[in-house]
């Protein structure tokens, strides 16, 4: 398996534009999520999918943020419209079930807002 | 809800000098824990991971880990390090009882001096 895919890997937009940040899962995993890194806050969870459905979305910042998993084996965060503040490296990792079961992640998007 | 502490958000060392990056975690019921490294501009990859087989874990790259009830810690170390090690450091937890929720501390960031 090539493991988690995350596209683009760099993106810049300006300020007020929508961005989508899209995730292939690996085959076969049952959980993903959605995390954010800067430098000031770390490594923060956004929201998580279980089979597919949203089971917790309360790290998601505000309305401007929202996440779909159409299928098992794809899915997009959106930010519309983007901020300056929402500049961050933005992972996406995968995982079969809970317990001690480790998430896989991808390589990450690097997201800049001017 | 469940959390992770790292104390030190950097850490020096000298080449072949011991390693200790510490984690503690705030839970009445041992959590399942995990250890992750990120190399820079890369995602973040497992080292090991505490399955409650047994108290002192082994990883990859001659790390381990020993988790302590008592102190609610899972401090990782390693005997002597190397350049290689030089990167960022995740400590991350996940709540027995069937949430795949994975939340991560704030990392810490380990330099190896020649």
């Known amino acids: 398996d090539a493991g988690v895919i995350q596209s683009p890997r760099h993106e810049v937009t300006e300020m007020g534009q929508e961005v989508t940040l899209r995730c292939k899962p690996i085959s076969g995993h049952n959980s993903l999520f959605w995390y954010r890194q800067t430098m000031m806050r770390g490594l923060e969870l956004l929201i998580y999918?279980?089979?597919?459905?949203?089971?917790?979305d309360s790290g998601m910042p505000e309305d401007r943020f929202s996440a779909k998993m159409p299928n098992a084996s794809f899915s997009t965060l959106k930010i519309q419209p983007s901020e300056p503040r929402d500049s961050a490296v933005y992972f996406c990792?995968?995982?079969f079930g809970g317990g001690n079961t480790e998430a896989f992640f991808g390589q990450g998007t690097r997201l800049t807002v001017v | 809800a469940q959390s992770v502490t790292q104390l030190g958000s950097h850490v020096s060392v000298s080449e072949g000098a011991l390693v200790l990056l510490r984690c503690n975690y705030s839970s009445s019921v041992p959590p399942y824990l995990f250890w992750y490294v990120q190399y820079p501009n890369q995602g973040l990859q497992l080292l090991l991971k505490?399955?409650?087989?047994?108290?002192l874990v082994k990883g990859i790259n001659g790390f381990e880990a020993e988790f302590k009830k008592s102190e609610t810690s899972f401090h990782l170390t390693k005997p002597s390090a190397h350049m290689s090690d030089a990167a960022e450091y995740f400590c991350?937890?996940?709540?027995?009882?069937?949430?795949?929720?994975?939340?991560f501390g704030k990392g810490t960031k380990l330099t190896v001096n020649p």
């Open positions: 999918f279980n089979n597919n459905v949203p089971i917790d």
């Open positions: 505490y399955t409650s087989a047994a108290t």
């Open positions: 990792a995968s995982s």
């Open positions: 991350a937890v996940r709540a027995q009882g069937g949430s795949e929720k994975l939340v």
